[in-house]
């Protein structure tokens, strides 16, 4: 069995590997860097819409929330690409709920600043 690394070196390792995830996130997802772009807008109008620190902090999670289940999504569809460019139904099927899964939480994220948003107005 062959030796893991540990401790900082393992640390250091998988911060690498993160930040090259991101890296080809940003360079081949044209939804992940608009969804980016949506993150950078909700963390400038948080300390407006939400009067709590928690309440704050919450609208951006769900911001992140939304990144990673785009990240999650883009994953997918990269292993399902490198199996066969083939159109086949189960394929069709893993993107399609990636996409939904993606939908899903820019709802969330749209109900979450809604009620905030709301909360605040009344």
């Known amino acids: 069995m062959k030796p893991r690394d540990t401790g900082l070196t393992r640390i250091w390792k998988a911060t690498g ?3 090259a995830g991101i ?3 940003w360079r081949q997802e044209a939804a992940f860097r608009q969804e980016t772009a ?5 963390a400038l109008a948080a300390p407006w819409a939400g ?3 928690p309440e704050q902090a919450m609208l951006i999670a769900v911001g992140i929330a939304v990144l990673v289940v785009e990240l ?3 994953a997918i569809e990269a292993a399902i690409d490198r199996i066969s460019h083939d159109a086949h139904d189960l ?6 709920m990636g996409s939904a ?3 899903l939480s820019l709802c969330m994220a749209g109900l979450v600043w809604l009620a905030v948003i709301l909360d605040r107005l009344t």
């Not at 949506?38 to 909700?42: C, E, K, S, Y």
């Open 17 to 19: 590997y993160t930040w």
């Open 23 to 25: 890296k080809a996130a």
């Open 38 to 42: 949506l993150l950078a807008f909700m």
């Open 51 to 53: 009067r709590t620190i």
């Open 72 to 74: 999650l999504n883009s």
């Open 91 to 96: 394929s069709g099927i893993a993107k399609d």
């Open 101 to 103: 899964a993606v939908f």
